[in-house]
């Protein structure tokens, strides 16, 4: 099997960690696999290196921020390959060579004080560069040869500075090319995750926590047959174990499934990162390298046919619900379309719709970073029908968290809506909007805030979501 393993910041945050990450790869192949890793970033350098970019900007730029970098990198080298003379000067150097150009594009911002997207990842994608020498040389030393890889030489992007989108074709020669003649002499590469290039090599990156979606890139543009997400928790969750104790780890859960629960808070893969596998129908593990000896959970087209309706209950916070109402609203066309056009102007993602068959009412939410300035667009948009009278009040209520049931099978299953108001209603939960999309895998609604975690609680309850299926 050709395997990528991808490994988070918290999983390659000190020498030990990147010696276990090291030792599981080697461990893998040692049972005959392929594998390829991608690297994130040492746990917290990406913030590190965005506050640096965001000082440099204002004119000051710290020399030592490059020292800092530096020395933690540098005694990672030392614990792992200190014994290695050769190695160690080598990957000592491969850091120099990285900060040189760090340093370089710092102090060429603190001149022009402008930061610009383009030039944001340029920067913010150095600790993926400053990690990948590191984890080769820690599974060189464990026997097996392997080579840091920048991403800029395998994944084509378009130019989407911050979250730039793979250009699959481009992206299937380059990896191709350039990685197969490696894994077939039996090495390791090391990629780098977040980062990739447009096709005429400028720098981009895939968005914050983009690792993920770059081992997902990788594995599909190799077909390879497993990508493994090593991360901090034991795999995708009945709920947040902080809000639900008796919570537990899904053995296996289907791509839709995985992506409603990403899209709900589950925090645990992004659902733009599954995409690339999924097209090509290649699984998706979630591993915990603190764990390894949990299986976790598998992402596949499947799922699990035979559980129950209802998966899992997430939550998500820091949502404001916008409420357009007006009985002058029934049978006026066009009020819709005119919303949502604002909200797309204003390149806002909407988490959740609801409308009423009244039609005097129509309800979204959005995270609470955008409202205020979609907010102020609709009040301008919707100037004549205000004046008017057709839309009496736009509201915008804070406070409020979506509550999420998440299943395949929920599809065709009467009674889920049922059991999921009656523990609410017995919790004494007051139900704010509700939605379920047509393709039955998700009953969404809105509660206040303070509701949230006991309404989690209640439908996690009704379902016995702590019992395996
Ligand atoms: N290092 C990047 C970040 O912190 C990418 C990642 O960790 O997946 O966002
Ligand atoms: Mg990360």
């Known amino acids: 099997m050709l395997i990528v393993m991808k490994f988070g910041g918290t999983s390659v945050g000190s020498a030990e960690r990147i010696a276990q990450a090291a030792q599981l790869a080697v461990d893998t192949a040692a ?38 970098l530096f020395d933690r990198h540098k005694s990672v080298a030392d614990a792992l390959i200190g014994k290695d003379a050769a190695r160690h000067g080598e990957v000592l150097e491969a850091l120099r060579q990285r900060l040189d150009r760090f340093e370089k594009l710092c102090f060429g911002l603190s001149m022009v004080h402008e930061l610009t997207p383009r030039l944001l990842d340029a920067i913010s994608g150095t600790g993926e560069m400053l990690a990948a020498p590191l984890v080769a040389a820690a599974i060189a030393a464990r026997g097996k040869a392997s080579q840091a890889v920048d991403a800029t030489e395998l994944i084509v992007t378009t130019d989407q500075y911050g979250g730039a989108e793979p250009l699959m074709d481009e992206t299937r020669a380059k990896t191709a090319a350039r990685l197969k003649p490696a894994i077939d002499r039996g090495e390791i590469p090391v990629v780098t995750g977040f980062i990739a290039a447009t096709a005429d090599g400028v720098m981009t990156t895939l968005g914050r926590g983009g690792s993920d979606y770059s081992a997902s890139i990788v594995g599909a ?56 596998a999924f097209r090509q129908r290649i699984p998706v593990r979630i591993l915990n390298s603190f764990n390894p000896a949990h299986p976790g959970t598998r992402v596949s087209v499947e ?46 993602n909407v988490l959740m719709i609801s409308q009423a068959s009244s ?34 009040e736009i509201t915008a209520e804070q406070q409020v968290a979506i509550v999420a049931a998440v299943g395949d099978r929920m599809q065709g299953s009467p009674g889920i809506a049922a059991t999921v108001f009656g523990a609410l209603g017995e919790a004494g939960i007051n139900v704010i909007a509700i939605s379920q999309g047509s393709s039955e895998r998700n009953i969404s609604l809105v509660v206040t805030e303070r509701d949230a975690a006991g309404a989690v609680r209640a439908i996690h309850r009704a379902f016995q979501l702590e019992k395996t299926s």
């Open 221 to 276: 543009a190799l077909d390879a047959s497993e990508v493994w997400i090593w991360t901090d928790v034991d795999g995708v969750m009945t709920a947040n174990p902080s809000e639900v104790p008796e919570a537990r780890t899904l053995a296996e859960i289907s791509y839709s499934e995985a992506s409603e629960l990403a899209y709900y808070g589950a925090k645990v893969l992004h659902y733009k990162t599954i995409l690339p």
């Open 303 to 348: 799922g699990n046919p035979s559980a129950q309706g209802v998966k899992a209950v997430t939550s998500i916070r820091g949502v404001i619900l916008i409420a357009i109402s007006g009985t002058g609203m029934q049978g006026i066309p066009g009020i819709a379309a005119k919303t949502f056009d604002v909200v797309a102007d204003q390149q806002a």
């Open 31 to 68: 049972k005959g696999h392929q594998i390829v890793v991608v690297t994130s970033a040492m746990s917290k350098v990406t913030d590190l290196l965005i506050g640096a970019a965001r000082q440099a900007s204002t004119g000051h730029w710290d020399p030592k921020l490059r020292q800092e």
């Open 359 to 392: 039609e005097n009412n129509i309800c979204f939410v959005l995270s609470a970073a955008e409202a205020p300035r979609v907010v102020a667009a609709l009040r301008a948009a919707l100037e004549f029908e205000l004046m008017r009278g057709h839309i009496e």
